[in-house]
């Protein structure tokens, strides 16, 4: 029996992975694109953690594609200005004023933690977990 000689290296046609020889066992040569680095608000940590825990197919995909990221980024983007729009919304329809900030300081931060508790609680489910 001759022994044929194994390459270090090889393409498959079907699928276009590279594969590289480790000891007598091919290992496929997949390698992440790099990404941009960037700094991920509450937002964005909420999305991440909920794509990694209920939508894992999409996690994978994204990560694979290199568009996790891009998604990232965007999801924060639109979140912090959707919460902030829904603040502004809310302190209008609310009997809220600046005088009340120097008058009654208790009243106006627990009202001001409350609308903020509303508008992230609708982009939570508007957005982050959707």
């Known amino acids: 029996m001759e022994k044929k000689e194994l390459k270090e290296r090889f393409i498959d046609e079907k699928t276009g992975i590279e594969y590289v020889r480790q000891g007598d066992y091919y ?3 997949l390698v992440i694109p ?3 680095k960037i700094q991920l608000n ?15 197919t ?12 891009k998604h990232l980024k965007e999801i924060q983007e639109i979140a ?15 009997d809220l004023t600046e005088e009340m900030k120097n008058s009654d300081p208790l009243y106006w931060v627990g009202t ?8 992230e609680e609708i ?7 959707k």
């Open 58 to 69: 999409e996690y994978t995909i994204m990560l694979m594609e290199g568009t996790l990221t």
């Open 80 to 94: 912090t200005k959707r919460v902030n729009q829904i603040i502004e919304e809310l302190k209008e329809k609310s």
């Open 123 to 129: 982009v939570y489910n508007e957005i982050i977990y």
């Open 42 to 56: 509450k937002y964005g940590r909420m999305r991440l953690t909920y794509l990694k825990e209920h939508k894992r």
């Open 27 to 29: 290992i496929p040569n």
């Open 34 to 36: 790099m990404q941009e």
């Open 112 to 119: 001001m933690n409350a609308i903020k508790g509303q508008a």
